[in-house]
């Protein structure tokens, strides 16, 4: 007995050593070195019939007809940007609070453009804006919750999507919204406004014109204390959210622009992630501010931190803190072979003196890689490097505003897109990708931040394309 008893706890250690664990199904990945494990989520087969959305052109749309979902927080801003981007009209308006959709009536009274028609006063008040045959986009902008039965029903009635982030928050959802994206030919498209930013957008056009070199690591997150915000939430619904979920449950404003630097799905894709939290002290707190009393627990730890490598040898970091009194930071960050990028909290670059073209400074002995470049070099650069979609829209965002702008170049792009019958700038891919984190990070902290796979959610096609491209928009 003895000798058998030695055996078995040999049995089990080894067991507990090579990280075998208990989510099903497991698999060894080869991905990841050897002699580790990860977990590896099943990934559904594409249902008979179907073609991915990759590249997919619609039809072109003379008009863009939209209804709006939601008109909370961030609603009415998106109703009043559309006042001011050609083709386009609002149809329908939606909202559970009756007086919300009145306030939204009124910006379209201001901006001289016909009331549209108004759905409130319930839960399902949504569905008669979609049973409509007069709307060609629904745009979703709810507590994140709703957003998968909102979208998945608007893709049914033959309407493209425009949804707010993240998306969808687990897995089932995700494939849920690929599915029907790809059966009903209708974009799903999800309004992630970061990558249309001015320190971004410029960037990755030096990334593309080859200025860093070859990209090796890209950091991005999502840090805002919410304190002064907890009471706008409608229900109390997204810190409710953070108190029964872990994980990084809001990845997509420091995911989305790291991707594109990388080329995620368009020559690379993301292999798997590991994360990892502190426990959550400043989050109960915020609780027991909101209700009285503290919770009998609190799910989310006040700072979330996953890392992922790519098939192509890369790596990506992103964190989430919305508890803390840490100043506000998505972080972005590229760290290149010939170069350096950073916007928080100080904007600039570092680049080999090689890299600098005379017609940017044609003295290039005070550059050095070592710190960044002079602000007058930056400038000079950002000058030189600003995208022909900021070229063509910088002015009018910024006067239109939206987080400083980058709001209406995301809202035009998409109607652009759609009235000239081009690919989105973010396909049904993206949005998934982007949104993944959220439950794949709480698998990997659950069980001990172990390695999980992340699926191709292309389901084969993420070489297809080579390089990420905004289309112009002229």
């Not at 919204?177 to 992630?192: Q, V």
Request: with cysteine.
């Amino acid at each position: 007995m003895n000798r058998f008893h030695s055996l078995f706890v040999a049995f089990i250690i080894a067991v507990l050593l090579t990280g075998c664990y208990n989510t099903k199904p497991v698999a060894q990945s080869q991905s990841i070195p050897a002699g580790n494990r990860q977990i590896v989520l099943e990934t559904p087969k594409r249902p008979a019939g179907q073609q991915d959305m990759i590249n997919f052109e619609a039809p072109k749309l003379e008009t863009v007809r939209v209804g709006f979902i939601g008109l909370g927080m961030r609603g009415p801003g998106a109703v009043e940007r559309f006042t001011h981007i050609p083709g386009t009209k609002v149809v329908a308006l939606c909202d559970v609070r009756p007086e919300r959709v009145e306030a939204t009536q009124e910006i379209l009274d201001k901006a001289g453009v016909a009331r549209a028609a108004g759905y409130s006063g319930s839960l399902d008040a949504w569905k008669q804006l979609c049973d409509r045959d007069d709307i060609d986009l629904v745009y979703i902008v709810t507590d994140w919750v709703h957003h998968v039965p909102m979208a998945l029903y608007a893709m049914e009635k033959g309407k493209h999507v425009a949804v707010e982030v993240p998306a969808a928050m687990n897995m089932k959802d995700i494939w849920a919204l690929i599915n029907t994206s790809e059966r009903t030919r209708k974009h799903c498209m999800m309004l992630e406004n970061c990558v249309y930013d001015f320190f971004e957008l410029t960037t990755l056009n030096m990334a593309q014109n080859g200025v860093f070199g070859e990209i090796l690591h890209t950091e991005g997150s999502y840090i805002h204390n919410l304190a002064d915000f907890w009471k706008a939430y409608w229900n109390n619904w997204r810190l409710d959210y953070n108190q029964k979920h872990r994980g990084d449950v809001y990845p997509t404003h420091g995911i989305g622009p790291a991707c594109q630097l990388l080329d995620i799905h368009r020559g690379d894709k993301m292999n798997y992630l590991v994360s990892m939290d502190t426990k959550a002290v400043n989050g109960p707190e915020a609780w027991k501010q909101m209700k009285g009393s503290y919770p009998d627990k609190f799910a989310n730890g006040d700072h979330t931190m996953t890392m992922i490598r790519t098939e192509n040898g890369k790596t990506i970091q992103i964190q989430h803190n919305v508890v803390t009194p840490r100043p506000y930071s998505r972080m972005y960050q590229l760290t290149a072979t010939k170069g350096f990028a950073n916007k928080y909290p100080v904007q600039g670059y570092a680049l080999e003196p090689s890299q600098v073209s005379s017609d940017v400074t044609p003295n290039h002995e005070d550059l050095n890689s070592h710190g960044f470049v002079p602000e007058d070099v930056k400038n000079a650069l950002m000058k030189k490097y600003k995208h022909r979609i900021h070229q063509e829209l910088e002015e009018q965002a910024k006067k239109v505003g939206g987080h400083g702008g980058m709001d209406f170049i995301m809202d035009y792009r998409l109607v652009y897109c759609l009235r000239n019958g081009l690919p989105l700038d973010m396909d049904v891919y993206d949005l998934a990708e982007w949104s993944c984190l959220t439950e794949l990070s709480a698998i990997s902290l659950e069980n001990g931040s172990a390695p999980v796979q992340i699926p191709d959610f292309t389901r084969g096609g993420w070489n297809k394309i080579k390089g990420y491209r905004h289309a112009f928009v002229k």
